[in-house]
C-alpha cells in the first residue's frame, strides 16, 4: 500500500524552530517530486516546498529564507525545517507526492500534522 | 505568480443534479491544471489531472474539460458522498497554486 505519514507536529512558540518528517512506504521518494502543502484553520490551500530531487528545491516566497525542504532517500524520508516560524504558520502541513504522469499534480496524500505557532 | 479564481466560492445541490465549478488563471498554463476534493478533516484527494484525465479509481461521474485560462469541473449526478469542498490548482510554474475552493453542500 503506498502511504505518506507525516509526522513532528506541534505547539511551538513564534521565533522557534520545528522539523516535520514525512516517511514513504510502499514507493521510493527518490523517484518522485514532493512536497508540502498546508492549509491554516478554516482556509484554502496552500504550496509551501518541493524536493525535485536531494539538490533541487523551490519554496512559496511566504516561507523563502525560513523553511527548508529535504529528503533522505535511504530512509525514505522527506522533512521539512521550519525556523522562525511566525503565528500565520499555524496550519494543517500535508506531505505529497508528485504524480510521474500528467501535470505532476498531487496523487497521493498523507493525513497531516497541526503545526500550532503562538505564545 | 499565476493567479486562481474559483467560482462559486459555494453551492448548494441536491443528490442526482448536475454540477459545474469554474476555475480561471491569470496567463494560460497548458493545461497543467488538477482537480481535488477535501472533506472536513481529511487530506485532498486527487480526482483530475491534466485538466481532463480521471485519475484512478475516481467515478466516471467527475470530468473535467478546458485549455488555456479557463477550466471546469463536472459532477454528473451528484452523491451523498460528493458533498465536499472542491479546489483547482495550476502545476505550469513554480509557486503552484490553488484556487480558493468551492464548498458543496446538500440543498
Known amino acids: 500500500e503506498v502511504l505518506l505519514v507525516e509526522t513532528g507536529g506541534g505547539l511551538i512558540q513564534p521565533g522557534g524552530s520545528l522539523r516535520l518528517s514525512c516517511a514513504a512506504s510502499g514507493f521510493s521518494v527518490s523517484n518522485y517530486y514532493m512536497s508540502w502543502v498546508r492549509q491554516g484553520p478554516g482556509k484554502g490551500l496552500e504550496w509551501v516546498s518541493v524536493s525535485y530531487s536531494a539538490d533541487i528545491t523551490s519554496n512559496a516566497d511566504s516561507v523563502k529564507g525560513r523553511f527548508s525542504i529535504s529528503r533522505d532517500n535511504s530512509k525514505n524520508t522527506v522533512f521539512l525545517q521550519m525556523n522562525s516560524l511566525r503565528a500565520d504558520d499555524t496550519a494543517v502541513y500535508y506531505c505529497?507526492?508528485?504524480?510521474?504522469?500528467?501535470?505532476?499534480?498531487?496523487?497521493?496524500w498523507g493525513q497531516g500534522t497541526m503545526v500550532t505557532v503562538s505564545s | 505568480d499565476i493567479q486562481m479564481t474559483q467560482s462559486p466560492s459555494s453551492l448548494s445541490a441536491s443528490v442526482g443534479d448536475r454540477v459545474t465549478i469554474i476555475c480561471r488563471t491569470s496567463?494560460?498554463?497548458?493545461?497543467?491544471l488538477n482537480w481535488y476534493q477535501q472533506k472536513p478533516g481529511k487530506a485532498p484527494k486527487l480526482l483530475i489531472y491534466?485538466?481532463?484525465s480521471l485519475q484512478s479509481g475516481v467515478p466516471s461521474r467527475f470530468s473535467g474539460s478546458g485549455s488555456g485560462t479557463d477550466f471546469t469541473l463536472t459532477i454528473n449526478s451528484l452523491q451523498p458522498e460528493d458533498f465536499a469542498t472542491f479546489y483547482c490548482q495550476q502545476t505550469y510554474s513554480t509557486p503552484w497554486t490553488f484556487g480558493q475552493g468551492t464548498r458543496v453542500d446538500i440543498k
Open positions: 496567463q494560460t498554463i497548458n493545461n497543467y
Open positions: 491534466a485538466a481532463s
Open positions: 505529497a507526492r508528485g504524480a510521474i504522469t500528467g501535470s505532476d499534480a498531487f496523487d497521493v
